[in-house]
């Protein structure tokens, strides 16, 4: 089955870096576009980042040239580089794969910018 798997969060200082992880397993992890959503508190979930099966990236407005998303395909692993980080960003961040016309999440990992 399908499972997604995050990692790399925690508490970090405003202007601080993170690197997220999302190890996927249950399906051919190379074919398929992979997403980076993010949940705050008392919001809904929102698309941070998206990279295709060949590696072509976009990023939501409000993280551009600051979050990098990447993936390796021989770790069927996807990654959100997260630098320069504001208050704002605090929320919980999702990996996604939309497989068999069906979303798919993982648990999710928080993150928190705070001085």
């Known amino acids: 089955q399908v499972q997604l798997v995050e990692s790399g969060g925690g508490l970090v200082q405003p202007g601080g870096s993170l690197r997220l992880s999302c190890a996927a397993s249950g399906f051919l992890f190379r074919l398929y576009a992979m997403g980076w959503y993010r949940q705050a508190p008392g919001s809904q979930r929102e698309l941070v980042a998206s990279?295709?099966?060949?590696?072509?990236?976009n990023y939501a407005d409000s993280v551009k040239g600051r979050f990098t998303i990447s993936r390796d395909n021989a770790k069927n692993t996807v990654y959100l580089q997260m630098n320069s980080l504001k208050p704002e960003d605090t929320a919980v961040y999702y990996c996604?794969?939309?497989?068999?016309?069906?979303?798919?999440w993982g648990q999710g990992t928080q993150v928190t910018v705070s001085s």
């Open positions: 996604n794969v939309n497989w068999g016309g069906r979303d798919y």
């Open positions: 990279i295709t099966n060949d590696g072509r990236a």
